[in-house]
């Protein structure tokens, strides 16, 4: 039995307006199949007295790597996420206050039109709320007031009384919709989430109906709107319910149909390759139900800009866009060069605005834009002159609509503007030491009994191998932080290949070390400079074998077989061997 014969055998237990248990799925196919039906979900249009009743069957995410991702989300922003009330507060939410139009999230239990209605509960005690369980409700009552956010309605979880939710005749101003969030199962299981389609200005207090199930607050949150959209006058965007598509922060859905993933969920007017339905969310929200789009809250030109502070103010400002034709802008001033960095977000909890921003010069040119490919937020890293300059925030697309993308038709919503001005710190004054070598040798391996510690030289060479070794004692540094550390020397009459310089441990003295007694450990390679010419000065990097104060040994070989390479010593008077050390004065 194929899906659509299911949906059918399904509606045909489905009489008189009234819809059996999903028991009844047991007469209608194997466990299997309804577990199919289940997965893709299905919905129900019912004529009653009341209207048209459409009952959502949302597809499970239960047991979906997609739920599991959701899960992750949630869990993840509420590190980040602040809640905007506290929560003793939480029943006390408006997104636009002074709206006379009302969407009420209702979540403290109803006795409703259709049934009566426990509260919100997820640990199983609904005499109180839990913290967990106001966090819940406060995102639940973010991400569906984004939803609406472009429109001049009142989203609230604060009982506006009957009478602001129905519209008792021609004269009345104001009316809304309550959406009744159910702690039982029991209305889940028969009925699924549901709404009456045009309820929203209904003469009386008709509630829509949001199913617990599954408990997770962006599902509850995505049904509310669903319903709302419904009782707005709302289609579903199909085929079935359209569970959008692309990938992580551009992951697009309807909210008419099923928005399954955390990333951009719109209204839609169906563009996309799959579509059945073409009608026109947007319009029909705003023209059918009493309500239109809220005013404009920064100007559309630049020449009514709102002024910001990029300078002074880490928040710089936040607003909305209300319309897919919106562009805002704003005007800031800086007195000297700096660096601006700007960022621009759109909700953080459950974004519908994907942001398209560009900077102007007074005189209105472009001088930056920012609209990254793959996420919803925008940003800019430039290098201002002192000046006048404009911003303008705006809705934005992604891709195709008719493959991986969206189109900036239902782009609108919150965002907010972060400055954070790139003012470097004056570095911290240095000191320089500068350290004569203590001792200095080499020892040679064809010559492996005789001490050489009073040569006006050191020598490497690897044919016969020559070792060279330089004592410094460091003192000075117990409240310093290194810099750097150079160890300096200077080439005698031949050119040298390459010279490397490492560590080296034990003790040793250099008028008895000889190739013989050398029990010298090497240790960590620290250097290695090639193409060394003759009477040149050789700076060698050993700021890593520099800890502080102390004694350093450090080793010098070569690969070359050319013979007779030599670095002065400190028997030569002049142009010895010296340690650089460059430091900062520890502020701790």
Known sequence: MNIKLKLNAIRAVIAGGVVTSLVSFAALSTAEEVREIIDVGYSESIITPNGIKIIDHFPTTVSKPTYQQRSAISTANLGEWEHPVPLNETFTLHSRPNATKTIYIDFDGHNGKEGNYTPY??????????????????????????????????????????????????????????????????????????????????????????????????????????????????????????????????????????????????????EYSTSDNDEDDLEIITTQNGFGYRIDDHGSVKEEASVIDVVNSVSASEGNIEKNTDVDYFEFTIDESLTISLLIEPDSLAANLDIDAKLYDVSGIIIAASNPPTKLHAEFDVTLNAGTYFLSVEGTGYDDPNSEGYSDYGSLGYYSITSLIETPPEPPEEFTL?????????????????????????????????????????????????????????????????????????????????????????GQQLDTVSSILAHSTVDFDVTDAISGDGSYTFGLKTTSSKGGLRYLSKEAGVDAPELIITYVVNPN
């Open 121 to 270: 509960d997820i640990d199983g005690d609904d005499s109180t709320f839990s913290d967990a369980e106001l966090i819940d409700i406060q995102k639940v009552w973010a991400s569906v007031s984004e939803d609406f956010l472009a429109f001049d309605v009142n989203v609230t979880t604060e009982d506006p009384g009957v009478e602001a939710l129905r519209k008792t005749d021609n004269g009345d101003t104001e009316w809304g919709i309550r959406s009744v969030v159910d702690g039982s199962d029991i209305w889940c299981s028969a009925f699924g989430s549901w709404a009456y389609v045009g309820s929203f200005d209904s003469n009386e207090d008709m509630e829509a109906y949001i199913c617990m199930v599954p408990d997770h607050w962006l599902d509850i949150a995505d049904s509310v709107s669903h319903e709302v959209g419904h009782a707005l006058g709302l289609s579903h965007d199909g085929p079935g319910y359209y569970k959008g598509h692309g990938s992580d922060d551009t992951y697009w859905a309807p909210i008419m149909g099923w928005t399954n993933y955390d990333g951009v969920s719109t209204w839609s007017k169906g």
């Open 434 to 522: 500068e350290f004569a070598t203590e001792a200095d040798t080499f020892v040679h391996a064809s010559k492996s009994s005789l001490n050489l510690g009073t040569q006006t030289s050191v020598r490497v060479d690897s044919s016969a191998e020559n070792f060279s070794y330089l004592k410094f004692n460091v003192s000075g540094l117990s409240n310093a932080l290194i810099s750097s550390a150079t160890l300096r020397l200077k080439s005698k009459a031949k050119d040298i290949p390459d010279t490397t310089v490492s560590s080296v441990t034990g003790s040793w003295d250099e008028l008895s070390l000889t190739w013989d007694n050398d029990n010298l450990v090497w």
